[in-house]
């Protein structure tokens, strides 16, 4: 699945983005929780200087607890365990205001009263703290998130906006038919890699129009140059053909070389038409009756297949009219039909049969299904012994791309099917 240029930019920007909000609220929360603890601990250190500098020298062991009782949130236990240092760590207490465990910083430092060793224990709560940490942090994440959405919709909408010439190009240049003549205009866009894009497309465009021009002028040109040499050629052949002095063996020879000079001359006629196809020469429209057309032509093409006993079935089902130029639809048809007769088999069949806007014809002939993908190129033989030129279909095809109707080839039931939509 193909994805567009500027979806796929952007998919690398959202990720590259979400990364970089997940890791930066983390590390803002640790980084926060570290600044708040470390204020803790200091102020805990500064109760506990307090303490040892303004109460202990003023304090007697038998006043211990009553000081206790006055100090919530500060107590003097006694040194059962030897504590040497002071110790820092968070410790959950139950707070019956609250009726729920809260969250405490708490300073163990062991002090001297008198002659006898003691603890002293400060504790802070951090329960206020940690709920400002993480309002700070949801800010943050917010703050974080809209910026970088914000980013990413200024970026998309900035590159819709500069791809935009882009786009124009792609859009024109895919409309741009060589056979019309009709060069796409491509504006300046004033942005450098666009404008050096759409001069490079221009000047490939003009080159390859000349070409296309010159080459259809030469084909039509060398058509009408062979006509005459090809029709004195088959003359030359008539005439030796009717000497009296002709054995039978240079009769035969003669009369393959007539054989092979009929197949030139109707490729030569071929080639011609199909220059003319290109370049629209063809312009003239009337509405024309598609059965009627059928019906004139289908008596030749009878009488052709019966050398081979190849029965030919017509149904109409609904009456067809279509604009187009008579000479174009009457050559589809032709071609069309006469390619029923020319690749079929001895005691085979046809079936014409015309549709509401469409005409179908299927035939007998080889046991496997063509390749449909080369089957209208020029040139093109399924049977490389048949007598055809190899130019009928492609002819066809051109003519239905000129009237924008459509060609089908599907294989079916030991049948072949090529179906005209008009």
Known sequence: MTKR?????????????LVILVVAAVLFFYLARMVYRSDADRELSVLREEFVRLTIPGLEQGEIA????????????????????????????????????????????????????????????????DELIMGIVGVFTIVMALLLVGLLFITGRLSLTLWK?????????????????????????GIAEFDRLNQAITKLIAKNTLIYASHGEFVENASHELQTPLAIF????????????????????????NIAA????KINKNLLLLSKLESTQFDAMETLSV???????????????????????????????????????????NNLLLNAVRHNRVNGSIAVTIGERFIRISNTGATDALD????FE????????????????????RITVLNQWKITYYFSGSLHFFQLEL
């Open 5 to 17: 240029l500027l979806h796929k930019t952007l998919r690398y920007y959202v990720f590259y983005s």
């Open 66 to 129: 009553a000081w206790n009782s006055y100090n919530r949130d500060m107590k003097i236990k006694g040194n059962s365990k030897g504590f040497e240092r002071d110790t820092l760590y968070y410790h959950s207490y139950y707070n019956c205001l609250s009726e729920k465990y809260e969250r405490y910083r708490v300073l163990n430092s062991p002090v001297r009263i008198g002659d006898r060793d003691y603890i002293f224990s400060a504790k802070i709560n951090v329960i206020g703290s």
């Open 165 to 189: 010439p882009f786009y124009t190009t792609l859009n024109q240049i895919e409309r741009f038919e060589i056979d019309k003549m009709q060069a796409p205009e491509l504006a300046i866009t």
């Open 234 to 257: 088959k003359a030359m052949l008539q005439t030796l053909v009717q000497r009296p002095d002709i054995t039978p063996g240079q009769f035969e020879l003669l009369e393959n070389i």
């Open 262 to 265: 009929s197949r030139l001359s």
């Open 291 to 333: 059965n009627a057309l059928v019906v004139r032509h289908l008596p030749f093409f009878i009488e052709q297949a019966s050398a081979l006993d190849i029965d030919i079935q017509y149904g109409s089902e609904a009456p067809i009219s279509v604009l187009a130029n008579p000479v174009l639809l009457e050559i589809a048809i």
């Open 372 to 375: 449909g993908q080369r089957l």
């Open 378 to 397: 020029r040139f093109s033989k399924a049977n490389t012994s048949a007598s055809g030129s190899g130019l009928g279909l492609s002819i066809v095809k």
